[in-house]
């Protein structure tokens, strides 16, 4: 070890909810983080970072960074804070928390947490081990790809499915709400050099996005209504005699019930639905099944609504009927994590949850807080870490009602006071990414990643763990997994015995911060070119006889993995969005457009975006729409303007644009609620969707109307 003073160079691993999970380099001087980089010898990273983390050092060092425990000491809100030790804040977490439990069982404290660090030990561990133990309500995090994750697992299984370094390989590549220019930029690199190759890349997005403009073929339904488009397209590969007969027979299950099903989904049908011509849709029915090999890239949003589930299902469905799991660079991808060896029960412990805990759904905290929920006994303490509801949830004003509550007792970990922890009674200073040892799950790849602990903490921040270790010491928890160090934890996190780490362990990973898993190579893997499906008949279930709702492992506990919920249809078809001109005309006459809300370029989720340098990336909250709908209501480029149902409503900058289609507004996520009027989630809904209890973002009805 190198004395102070020298620039020594450590492996990192970018801990945010990104597809990507970088491996970086870090730069240390002095205990200090210096400077990050893209490691080059990582087959996706290949020494690039994107626009949000180029400057991490920046982050860590930031000047509004949490670093000492505080308490409140003005009105709720007000952030008004003063500096108190650790051990006052500690002691005033036990004492509260110990009178909420005798007087209201504890039950009556809710933790709030979600992926706002990634990392095994200090993303999905301590917390959830520590509140199971505590017997706190069970909340379920079901922000993202669970309805996908259900579909998946129905008629799939818990396969990887298309490596997304296999697309190198593919002629032709559906990006199916995905943006990936913005959110998953080192597999859109790998796109981009297949089209170099000759591949054609079809963006299907609810408006031009960034992606769709890097697309040979931009293909632009109505949001929420790709069910539609999917079914008309296994209508459309059977009309055209385009089906793999001899894959089918072999490897699937469903095939005659599916075609009777699909018989009537025709692209005439879908074409009155989703707005795209019916030839188009069977153009790319056609080279879909004719342009082998062809993948599928199915994006997080493609959930974001009422039939989200039904959606993910039908797309998973067609390299099946066509045959594109034979190729390599052929198939479809959702969360290549299915493969990943985590010991979900081990880091989570649901094995504690006290029999009968109740769960409460993240998307509906607004509610649980302010009592519309009718909680027996109430929420009287929230603590929350890794997230941030207040702009990230729906219903935002209830959450923010919620959180006024004089007789909540709110805690925050954090790094910075965000829109949530300004809420607080008790702030907790996290460390940040260098400062702490990890391995960070992906679920946009093959690689196990490591992060040094590399950079002290700056202030008294510390690490999630410890902070649930020093509280699971407080209540006397005797657990071992209490007292495991970070290091211990990863020992015991993995599975390393598991054929898909044969030749890693641990010290492996420390010397050389990444492992791509053993199950093949991007060259030549074709999974499921002789079925092989992870499911229960082996194949992949077009059909599935008593399909049951349910959430899914591993973004979440197991507490309920697979406990069935109710009867889903056997067959994949077409639900339209709740909130539609369709579905519910009174709405829609009051609030006529369809508004769709995705990830800000330069922010991830709401982190960034109270830095000054990301903010000028991103510029301004604005709200994309159509010049027709903009002059039927008198708003001009550039005008301040207010979105807004009965929900809610927030501000931003009009943008007159070609991108969206007239009727369908879109404005990005992420934009602190202290800095703005509103956010976008002050109109969104907190229905789930139809499996997996997944959000519905893009299933929402508002009006626009000039601000000044
Ligand atoms: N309208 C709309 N809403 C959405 C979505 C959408 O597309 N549209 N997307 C949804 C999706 S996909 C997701 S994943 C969720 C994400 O929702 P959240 O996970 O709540 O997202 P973030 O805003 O990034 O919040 C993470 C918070 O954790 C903090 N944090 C980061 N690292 C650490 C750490 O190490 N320790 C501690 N204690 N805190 C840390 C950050 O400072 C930040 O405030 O949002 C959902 N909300
Ligand atoms: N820059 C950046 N990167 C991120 C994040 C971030 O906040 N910022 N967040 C990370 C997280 S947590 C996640 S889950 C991923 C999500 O990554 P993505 O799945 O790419 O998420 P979004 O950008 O929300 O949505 C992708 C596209 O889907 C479109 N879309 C929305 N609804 C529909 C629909 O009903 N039909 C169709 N066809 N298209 C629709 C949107 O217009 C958008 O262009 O990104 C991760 N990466
Ligand atoms: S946010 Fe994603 S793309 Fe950016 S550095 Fe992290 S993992 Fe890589
Ligand atoms: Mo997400």
Redesign the pocket.
Not at 202 to 213: C, E, G, M, P, W
Not at 242 to 259: A, R, S
Not at 500 to 525: F, I, M, Q
Not at 566 to 592: C, K, M, Q, V
């Given at each position: 070890m190198n004395e102070i003073a020298k620039t020594e160079t450590f492996y990192g691993a970018c801990?945010h909810?990104c597809p990507d999970t970088c491996s970086m380099l870090f730069d240390v001087k002095d205990g200090r983080l210096e400077g990050v980089r893209g490691n080059p010898d990582h087959p996706m990273t290949r020494g690039g970072l994107c626009v949000k983390v180029k400057n991490y050092e920046e982050r860590h060092y930031h000047p509004d960074r949490l670093l000492y425990p505080m308490k409140r000491v003005g009105p709720k809100g007000s952030k008004q804070f003063e500096r108190i030790t650790w051990d006052e804040a500690l002691d005033t977490i036990v004492s509260r928390w110990s009178d909420i439990i005798e007087k209201y069982g504890p039950q009556a404290i809710a933790p709030y947490s979600?992926?706002?660090?990634q990392g095994l030990v200090?993303?999905l561990n301590g917390g959830d081990a520590f509140f199971n133990r505590l017997g706190a309500t069970v909340m379920e995090r079901t922000?993202?790809?669970e309805g996908s994750c259900t579909a998946w697992l129905l008629t799939l299984g818990p396969t990887a499915g298309l490596d997304p370094e296999s697309y190198i390989h593919s002629k032709y590549i559906v990006i199916w709400a995905c943006n990936s220019v913005s959110t998953n930029l080192h597999h859109w690199a790998i796109v981009k050099d297949a089209q170099k190759k000759g591949a054609k890349v079809v963006v299907i997005d609810a408006y031009a996005s960034r992606t769709a403009k890097g697309a040979d073929w931009h293909i632009c339904p109505k949001p929420g209504t790709d069910g539609a488009l999917a079914m008309a397209l296994i209508n459309s590969i059977i009309e055209q005699g385009l089906v793999d007969q001899d894959y089918v027979e072999k490897y699937t299950l469903g095939f005659e019930e599916l075609k009777e099903r699909a018989s009537s989904r025709t692209p005439e049908w879908a074409e009155e639905i989703t707005g795209v011509p019916a030839a188009d849709i069977r153009k790319l029915a056609y080279e879909l099944a004719t342009e082998q090999p062809a993948a599928i890239r199915m994006g997080?949003?493609l959930e974001?609504h009422y039939g989200g589930g039904q959606t993910i299902r039908a797309v998973s469905c067609i390299p099946g009927l066509t045959g594109a799991w034979r190729h390599v660079g052929g198939g479809v991808t959702q969360f290549p994590v299915w493969e990943h060896p985590y010991k979900f029960d081990v880091i989570c412990r649901p094995d504690l949850i006290p029999e009968g805990t109740r769960v409460v759904s993240n998307l509906q905290i607004g509610r649980a807080l302010t009592g519309e929920l009718e909680l027996d006994p109430p929420i009287m303490s929230m603590m929350c870490?890794?997230?941030?509801?207040v702009?990230?949830?729906?219903e935002t004003d209830k959450i923010v009602e919620g959180l006024m509550r004089e007789d909540l007792f709110m805690v925050s970990?954090?790094?910075?006071i965000?829109d949530?922890?300004s809420y607080a009674d008790i702030l907790?200073p996290?460390?940040?990414g260098a400062e702490m040892e990890d391995m960070i799950l992906s679920w946009g790849h093959l690689y196990l990643t490591y992060n040094t602990k590399c950079a002290e903490s700056p202030g008294e921040a510390i690490?999630?763990n410890e902070i649930f270790r020093r509280l699971a010491a407080r209540f006397g928890f005797e657990e071992e997994n209490f007292k495991w160090s970070d290091g211990e934890c990863l020992e015991h996190y993995v599975d390393w015995s598991s054929p898909a780490c044969e030749g890693a362990d641990l010290n492996y990973l420390r010397e050389h911060g990444y492992w791509r898993l053993k199950v093949g190579t991007p060259d030549d893997r074709a999974p499921h070119k002789e079925g092989n499906f992870p499911t229960a008949t082996g194949k992949c279930m077009f059909m599935v006889e008593g399909a049951k709702n349910f959430v899914a492992p591993p973004f979440r506990q197991m507490y309920e993995a697979f406990q069935p919920g109710e009867d889903l249809d056997p067959l994949p078809d077409y639900i339209g969005p709740r909130e539609s001109h369709t579905n519910d005309p009174e709405l829609a006459r009051r609030f006529p457009l369809n508004i769709v809300?995705?990830?800000s370029h330069a922010f991830?989720?709401?982190?960034y975006a109270n830095m000054k340098d990301k903010q000028h990336v991103q510029g301004e909250q604005f709200v994309l729409i159509h010049q027709a709908d903009a002059e039927e209501r008198g708003i001009l480029e550039g005008d301040r303007v207010r979105v807004a149902n009965d929900r809610g409503a927030f501000k931003g900058v009009a943008r007159i644009s070609e991108d969206v289609r007239p009727g369908v507004v879109v404005a990005t996520?992420?934009y602190w609620r202290q800095l703005n009027e509103g956010t976008?989630?002050s109109i969104?809904s907190p229905k789930f969707g139809d499996m997996g209890h997944s959000?519905t973002?893009s299933d929402n009805l508002v009006e626009v109307s000039r601000a000044n």
């Amino acid at each position: 070890m190198n004395e102070i003073a020298k620039t020594e160079t450590f492996y990192g691993a970018c801990p945010h909810d990104c597809p990507d999970t970088c491996s970086m380099l870090f730069d240390v001087k002095d205990g200090r983080l210096e400077g990050v980089r893209g490691n080059p010898d990582h087959p996706m990273t290949r020494g690039g970072l994107c626009v949000k983390v180029k400057n991490y050092e920046e982050r860590h060092y930031h000047p509004d960074r949490l670093l000492y425990p505080m308490k409140r000491v003005g009105p709720k809100g007000s952030k008004q804070f003063e500096r108190i030790t650790w051990d006052e804040a500690l002691d005033t977490i036990v004492s509260r928390w110990s009178d909420i439990i005798e007087k209201y069982g504890p039950q009556a404290i809710a933790p709030y947490s979600y992926l706002g660090h990634q990392g095994l030990v200090h993303g999905l561990n301590g917390g959830d081990a520590f509140f199971n133990r505590l017997g706190a309500t069970v909340m379920e995090r079901t922000f993202c790809g669970e309805g996908s994750c259900t579909a998946w697992l129905l008629t799939l299984g818990p396969t990887a499915g298309l490596d997304p370094e296999s697309y190198i390989h593919s002629k032709y590549i559906v990006i199916w709400a995905c943006n990936s220019v913005s959110t998953n930029l080192h597999h859109w690199a790998i796109v981009k050099d297949a089209q170099k190759k000759g591949a054609k890349v079809v963006v299907i997005d609810a408006y031009a996005s960034r992606t769709a403009k890097g697309a040979d073929w931009h293909i632009c339904p109505k949001p929420g209504t790709d069910g539609a488009l999917a079914m008309a397209l296994i209508n459309s590969i059977i009309e055209q005699g385009l089906v793999d007969q001899d894959y089918v027979e072999k490897y699937t299950l469903g095939f005659e019930e599916l075609k009777e099903r699909a018989s009537s989904r025709t692209p005439e049908w879908a074409e009155e639905i989703t707005g795209v011509p019916a030839a188009d849709i069977r153009k790319l029915a056609y080279e879909l099944a004719t342009e082998q090999p062809a993948a599928i890239r199915m994006g997080v949003a493609l959930e974001r609504h009422y039939g989200g589930g039904q959606t993910i299902r039908a797309v998973s469905c067609i390299p099946g009927l066509t045959g594109a799991w034979r190729h390599v660079g052929g198939g479809v991808t959702q969360f290549p994590v299915w493969e990943h060896p985590y010991k979900f029960d081990v880091i989570c412990r649901p094995d504690l949850i006290p029999e009968g805990t109740r769960v409460v759904s993240n998307l509906q905290i607004g509610r649980a807080l302010t009592g519309e929920l009718e909680l027996d006994p109430p929420i009287m303490s929230m603590m929350c870490w890794n997230s941030n509801p207040v702009t990230q949830a729906p219903e935002t004003d209830k959450i923010v009602e919620g959180l006024m509550r004089e007789d909540l007792f709110m805690v925050s970990a954090e790094h910075f006071i965000s829109d949530t922890a300004s809420y607080a009674d008790i702030l907790l200073p996290a460390s940040m990414g260098a400062e702490m040892e990890d391995m960070i799950l992906s679920w946009g790849h093959l690689y196990l990643t490591y992060n040094t602990k590399c950079a002290e903490s700056p202030g008294e921040a510390i690490p999630n763990n410890e902070i649930f270790r020093r509280l699971a010491a407080r209540f006397g928890f005797e657990e071992e997994n209490f007292k495991w160090s970070d290091g211990e934890c990863l020992e015991h996190y993995v599975d390393w015995s598991s054929p898909a780490c044969e030749g890693a362990d641990l010290n492996y990973l420390r010397e050389h911060g990444y492992w791509r898993l053993k199950v093949g190579t991007p060259d030549d893997r074709a999974p499921h070119k002789e079925g092989n499906f992870p499911t229960a008949t082996g194949k992949c279930m077009f059909m599935v006889e008593g399909a049951k709702n349910f959430v899914a492992p591993p973004f979440r506990q197991m507490y309920e993995a697979f406990q069935p919920g109710e009867d889903l249809d056997p067959l994949p078809d077409y639900i339209g969005p709740r909130e539609s001109h369709t579905n519910d005309p009174e709405l829609a006459r009051r609030f006529p457009l369809n508004i769709v809300s995705p990830k800000s370029h330069a922010f991830l989720n709401s982190c960034y975006a109270n830095m000054k340098d990301k903010q000028h990336v991103q510029g301004e909250q604005f709200v994309l729409i159509h010049q027709a709908d903009a002059e039927e209501r008198g708003i001009l480029e550039g005008d301040r303007v207010r979105v807004a149902n009965d929900r809610g409503a927030f501000k931003g900058v009009a943008r007159i644009s070609e991108d969206v289609r007239p009727g369908v507004v879109v404005a990005t996520l992420g934009y602190w609620r202290q800095l703005n009027e509103g956010t976008v989630n002050s109109i969104s809904s907190p229905k789930f969707g139809d499996m997996g209890h997944s959000p519905t973002f893009s299933d929402n009805l508002v009006e626009v109307s000039r601000a000044n």
